[in-house]
Every structure is written in C-alpha cells, then in structure tokens.
C-alpha cells in the first residue's frame, strides 16, 4: 500500500542524503519525493510516497524519528488528508491537434504557460490520478517531454500536520 | 578545541596524526592535561577509543587525519555503531575552500561514514566548535549509544575565536531520548510475570551500557526466573548464578535455546532479536508472549512482533518494573515455577559444553577454562572474531560487567588487540586478557608496538590452529570439507615476533605446558604472547545453522 509520509526537517546541509540513504540502506522505496524550506527558512518539509506493508512502514517512521535532524514524521495516510501534485507537458502539437491539445487542457482545468507555432507547455496540478489520465489524453496528440513535482500532501482540519496526533512530537530514543 | 575537550571531560584519546591535524596535535603537544595515545594504524586508534569506552561507560575519542586517515578508521566506527558504542572521532579535513576539489588527503568523510555513525558533522566555521563537540558528546552518550564523528577542516582548526565554556546543558530541538517507560505497559508487563509459568529472561549488550546489572540482577533473582545473555549481553548477569542458563543462539547452549522455545514468557532487556540469536524467525519463542525493554524504538517488533514493548533507558525501567514485584500479593499469586526447572535441569544434563579432553593434543574449550580458572575469573578479556571468540564467550565465564569487549555486531577480526589497549589504558592496575586467533591478530598485529611504547601488561593468549577456523568449521559442516583458503598454516613464529615488539613470547604444543605457560605469563610484568597450539580442527558446539530453528542444534 501507498503511504505518504510527511517529516519535517532542521534545514542543514547534508540532511537530504541523510534521509534518501536511510531509504536506500534498508532496502526501503522511495517513490516520490519533494522538499523545500518552510517557515523562516530553518525547516523543511519532506513529503515522501512509499509502498510497503504496515510494518514496513512503521520501520520507516520509527528510523526517520532516530535521524538527528527530523523534528517530526507523520504518515498521513492514516488520517484524512490532501494531496496534489504539479506537472509540465511539453506537446508537439501541429495542425488540427492543436485545438485538441487546448479542448483536453480546458476539460482537465490546466493552464498554458507557453506557445509557440509548433508547441504547446501545458500546466496540470491535481491528484495523481488526474494528471495520468490528462498524460494518457495528450500522449497520441505528439508528447514531448514531461516533468512531475511528485506529490506533496497536508492534513485535513484545523490542526497542525502532525503536533498531538499519535505520531506526533518527536520523544524518540536514540 | 583543546580546551573544549578538557570541559569534557575527554582526557584521554586515542590517535594518529597527519597534514590535516597538525595545528590540533600543536595544540595537544603544548597541553599536558589530554593524554594522547599513539596507535600504529587509525583503525587501531578506533578500536582503542572503542575498547576505552567499554570498559569505563565514558565517551572514547579517537583523533584521525583527512583522506586515508578517516578511511581507516571507518570499521572502527561501524564495529562501534553496530554494539552501540559511545565515542567521538575527530577526523582532519582539507581546509575549507579545498573541499570538494579532490585535493590531496581528501576524502567525503561526512559522505562516507554517515551510515556507519550515529550522527556526523561537517564544521564550517570556527565559532560552531564549541557548540558542535558538545553536541557530539551528548548524542554519542544519550539514547541508544554511539559513534559521533566531528570533521573539522585544516583552515579552521587554525583559525582562533572567543571561547566561553562548554554550556552546562545541551538541548537539541529534535532530539530528545526517552528515560522513564510507559507506566502503563510496565503494569502489564508485571501483571504477564506474575502469571508466567514458564518466563525466561533474554539479556543483551543494552543492559551494560545503560548500566543496569545490578537492577537486572536483583530484580531476576527476586522472580527466581531462568536467563539467557546476548553475546553482547555477557556480564551483566553474573554467570557462575545457577539461574543463568549461558548464551543462546546460533553457539548457544542446549538448555538456554531450548527454554527460549518453549519458555511461555520471553523478557528481552536491552536485546535487539540479531539473526544469530534467533535463528529461523518463525520458530523463535513460539510458545511465549515477548515483553521488550529497549531504549531504541526502531528495535521493537522490528524482526519479531513484540506483546509488550517498553521504550526507555531500561535501568529506569526495571527501577520502575521492581516495586511492582514487591507490591503485597505479588509472589503469593505467581505460579510455580519448578516444574519450570526441572524441565532445565533435564536439558541441563545434556552437558552440551562438554568436550574430550587428551593428553597429546591442546583442546581450545582447555585453554579458556585455564585461562579462567589462573585469573580467578578477574581479567577484563578482549577477544577477536571466530572460533576462539564463541569459545571464549563459553568458557570464560563472567560475573561482572564491562568486563567483556568483543565486536558482536560487525564481527571485526583485529578488534581485540587495539580495544584491549583501549582497556588497559583505562584500568591500569588490572589484568587485561586479549583471547585472539593466529588469523585476527595478524589483521593489527601493529598495534603490538603501542603496547610495548607505554608499556601495557596485556596478556594475549592465541588459540593457534593455524585455520581461519569458523571458516573451516563452516566449510566442513555446509562445504563437504572443501577448505578453500581457510588454511593460516603460514604465520609468523609469535614468540619471536613477541621478542621483536619487546615482549615476552612462550609457547605450549602439549596440554601438560598449558598451565604452566599461563602461570609465566601472568607473572610477567609486560606485554606477553602466548601461542597456544591448539587441536586443528576442533570445533564449536553447540552449534544452530543459519536458517534453522534454535531446537536444530548440532551437538558434539
């Protein structure tokens, strides 16, 4: 099963590979992964998707909790939750496809951010699914290129991702 | 920096200079108050620092230069993050605008060792030091031990700045170790006690470092239970107490992984479930419910599922964990437990240690029993890896803690000798053991000449029989004796080596010379070598192959 896992980071230098290499040296998968600095700038947030059974997750957290650096992790899987994701379509679009281009853009709700005689960059934010089936609906219309941010992730309600659900303020050992 | 160290309380390190540390070893050479010891190889460094802090409960500190410096001492560092040890190691690195251009002695030490460390730093600035070593010491020291590395650059261990003191109290936002358990799981692990007809006790290295043998042992003798230990684990229970049962796992005894499957109450304290303690998983403890005490939650039912799991120091646990026992009616309402026991004793008289014993050819187990009985069970004994480690494990039975250094994690062949120095610089005044094989000594057999440059008594018993011998016996038993470059028939002559170091070497090919080489030996006040010509191919029983369930054991 998917679950996206949301840690919140000191924002030092190294603290990246320190996350992604727990990944990798317990044999853990990462699917997507996105950061950036939040608040004044000294946090980060991570949002991670990853597969694996719920020990297996709980494995994740609980290693993600004992890196020096990590604040906070929580699964937000667990609870409800929102989730969207950013992507750039490059279609290579001529003739009769490039109103079709525009029909598919207008029914998914994406924006044109660039045009040019022979091409169109199209701008899609939305849930996973959505962006594949929009990446479905222009790949026959002359595809170019694709970029995806992966997804990021907050949870629903009035409180704080994480601060006294369950999972929350880091009172790990070691 | 210096001074740092000194606030710290760090008087004592363990290392080996270079380019890049010039300007820290200026600093140690102006300083008499840090005694610096000079091993002969980085790697030896470590293990010392490593060895130090076994013995002591303080933070080892080990010293290392840039580039190849660091590199050597990264299976020092990773022997100490796999048994939990505490340590900082300060490495040198090229200076500042140098990083990253591959200059010479360069090396991503920050890169390369942040799997094989607990935390690690890169400092970038001079002002960072006095907050960044305390931090290192807090996190190596705090929570589930281990190995810091603080990498500091040559520009900035030249550069000065104000120094106003280590502060009192370090506080890292986002790292906090548990202490005290959850009163609530240790009511429950209480209540499972008291109703357990067949508990049983399984101990590990956790026990020492937090420190809590003396509550672990008051608190078992209280229930009158059976223990078993961890390799790591060995004297935190005293082992000549008829409750211990000896080690289990894969060259445990036949009565202590027997009664792990089938005790209905398993207790584990400061153990981690390693694969060689449990064998095949899905026949480990069968018949139990699993109580565990670990200080580290990503220990728990992360390789066997837990009933009732306690995180925290587990000294503080089992503090909170012994008035409950106390409590009126506790005892009254326990069942009885000698049917238990006598199900033990029955496994017991299996005799699974036993071995034959003969007048031409030296027996290992003879050996370590010698070596035990000459030393009154009194030395602090390093060991290396292989054969002689188990047997040593098996047949130098020890009663108090910290008194144990073997790399039980890594399994570091070239451990024992460096962490026997370790230990003999910090307990001058007592017997110091080093049980080694022919193989592993010869893997920093250099470090004989810090022993001999600050004169430390070590005594090294090498239980020779010129085999890699765990690898023989694995050969012999999974390989139809097909004993592919495990034969060490060519090594040096030791007790001329011994001479060579300027110690003292003897030699015992008959079992008639054993004891009264140990007896020169002992009486000897340097370094000494012993090189115990041992039966070529004994091997060490009991023994479970990997994969099998403890029940599957091997037995002579």
Same mark, same amino acid.
């Given at each position: 099963m998917k679950h996206i896992i949301s840690v919140l980071v000191d924002n030092e230098a190294g603290v990246l590979s320190r996350v992604a290499g727990l990944f990798s040296a317990r044999g853990f998968n990462i699917e997507t992964l996105t950061v950036a600095p939040v608040g004044e700038g000294n946090e980060s947030r991570m949002t991670i998707v990853t597969t694996g059974d719920e020990s297996i997750v709980e494995q994740v957290t609980k290693q993600l909790h004992k890196l020096v650096p990590v604040i906070r992790v929580v699964d937000l899987t667990e609870g409800p939750h929102v989730s969207r994701e950013l992507m750039l379509v490059k279609v290579a679009a001529e003739g009769e496809h490039r109103s079709e281009v525009l029909r598919i853009a207008d029914i998914f709700r994406c924006r044109v951010v660039d045009a040019t005689a022979g091409s169109f960059i199209i701008e899609v934010t939305g849930g996973s699914e959505k962006l594949d089936a929009c990446l479905d609906l222009l790949r026959p219309l002359g595809l170019v290129e694709v970029v995806r941010t992966g997804r990021v992730a907050i949870s629903r309600g009035a409180r704080e991702t994480g601060v006294a659900a369950r999972t929350g303020s880091k009172t790990t050992g070691a | 920096m210096v001074r740092c160290l000194k606030e710290l309380n760090a008087k004592t390190v363990f290392g080996y200079p270079g380019g890049a540390v010039l300007y820290i070893y200026d600093e140690l050479y102006k300083n008499k108050e840090i005694r610096h010891f000079l091993a002969r190889h980085e790697q030896g460094a470590v293990h010392a620092a490593d060895g130090y802090a076994r013995v002591t409960g303080e933070v080892g500190v080990a010293l290392v230069t840039s580039g190849p410096g660091a590199t050597n001492a990264v299976t020092g560092l990773a022997t100490a993050y796999m048994d939990s040890i505490p340590m900082v190691c300060i490495s040198g690195?090229?200076?500042?605008?140098?990083?990253?251009?591959?200059?010479?002695?360069?090396?991503?030490?920050?890169?390369?060792?942040?799997?094989?460390?607990k935390h690690n730093y890169l400092v970038k600035r001079v002002e960072d030091l006095a907050r960044i070593l305390p931090e290192a010491f807090h996190i190596a020291s705090t929570g589930r031990p281990g190995p810091v590395l603080v990498d500091i650059p040559k520009d900035i261990t030249a550069a000065k700045t104000d120094f106003s003191g280590v502060?009192?109290?370090?506080?890292?936002?986002?790292?906090?170790?548990?202490?005290?358990?959850?009163?609530?799981?240790?009511?429950?692990?209480?209540? @499972? /006690?008291?109703?357990?007809?067949?508990?049983?006790?399984?101990?590990?290295? *956790?026990? $020492?470092?937090?420190? %809590?043998? #003396?509550?672990?042992?008051?608190?078992?003798?209280?229930?009158?239970?059976?223990?078993?230990?961890?390799?790591?684990?060995?004297?935190?229970?005293?082992?000549?107490?008829?409750?211990?049962?000896?080690?289990?796992?894969?060259?445990?005894?036949?009565?202590?992984?027997?009664?792990?499957?089938?005790?209905? @109450? /398993?207790?584990?304290?400061?153990?981690?479930?390693?694969?060689?303690?449990? *064998?095949? $998983?899905?026949?480990? %403890?069968? #018949?139990?419910e699993i109580i565990h005490i670990d200080v580290d939650p990503t220990s728990i039912s992360k390789n066997v599922r837990v009933d009732v799991p306690i995180v925290g120091d587990v000294r503080h646990i089992l503090q909170q964990l012994a008035p409950l026992l106390k409590e009126p009616g506790f005892q009254e309402k326990r069942a009885d437990l000698a049917p238990w026991w006598s199900e033990i004793s029955a496994w017991r008289k299996r005799e699974c240690l036993k071995y034959k014993q003969n007048d031409t050819v030296i027996q290992p187990q003879y050996v370590i029993q010698k070596l035990h009985e000459l030393t009154g069970g009194n030395a602090i004994v390093a060991t290396d890896v292989g054969q002689h480690q188990m047997w040593a494990a098996q047949f130098y039975?020890?009663?108090?803690?910290?008194?144990?250094?073997?790399?039980?994690?890594?399994?570091?062949?070239?451990?024992?000798?460096?962490?026997?120095?370790?230990?003999?610089?910090?307990?001058?005044?007592?017997?110091?053991?080093?049980?080694?094989?022919?193989?592993s000594l010869q893997m920093n057999i250099q470090e004989l000449a810090t022993?001999?440059?600050?004169?430390?008594?070590?005594?090294?018993?090498?239980?020779?029989?010129?085999?890699?011998?765990?690898?023989?016996?694995?050969?012999?038993?999974?390989?139809?004796s097909r004993y592919a470059e495990s034969d060490m028939s060519f090594h040096p002559d030791f007790v001329k080596l011994a001479d060579a170091y300027g110690a003292k070497g003897f030699r015992a090919d008959r079992p008639d010379q054993v004891e009264p080489v140990i007896r020169q030996a002992l009486a000897e006040e340097g370094t000494v070598i012993m090189d115990f010509r041992v039966n070529r191919e004994a091997n060490v029983y009991p023994m479970v192959p990997a994969g099998a369930a403890l029940k599957e054991m091997i037995l002579l």
């Open positions: - | 690195q090229v200076p500042t605008a140098l990083i990253g251009n591959d200059a010479f002695q360069e090396a991503d030490t920050v890169g390369i060792t942040r799997s094989c460390t502060p009192d109290k370090v506080e890292i936002r986002s790292y906090k170790p548990v202490l005290k358990g959850h009163i609530g799981q240790i009511r429950r692990a209480a209540k @499972l /006690l008291q109703q357990a007809k067949r508990p049983m006790f399984y101990t590990g290295g *956790g026990v $020492i470092l937090a420190n %809590a043998s #003396e509550e672990l042992t008051e608190l078992v003798r209280l229930l009158g239970a059976p223990l078993t230990s961890t390799l790591m684990g060995l004297g935190g229970f005293p082992a000549s107490d008829e409750q211990f049962l000896g080690m289990l796992g894969m060259h445990g005894t036949y009565e202590a992984n027997m009664a792990v499957s089938r005790c209905d @109450l /398993l207790v584990a304290v400061g153990a981690r479930f390693d694969d060689r303690v449990t *064998g095949k $998983i899905a026949e480990f %403890a069968p #018949e139990a039975r020890l009663d108090r803690p910290r008194r144990w250094l073997t790399s039980g994690g890594l399994g570091t062949m070239g451990y024992g000798l460096p962490a026997a120095i370790g230990a003999q610089v910090a307990r001058p005044g007592e017997p110091v053991l080093l049980i080694t094989g022919e193989g022993c001999a440059q600050y004169r430390l008594p070590i005594k090294i018993a090498i239980i020779n029989n010129s085999f890699l011998g765990m690898v023989r016996q694995w050969q012999e038993f999974f390989y139809e």
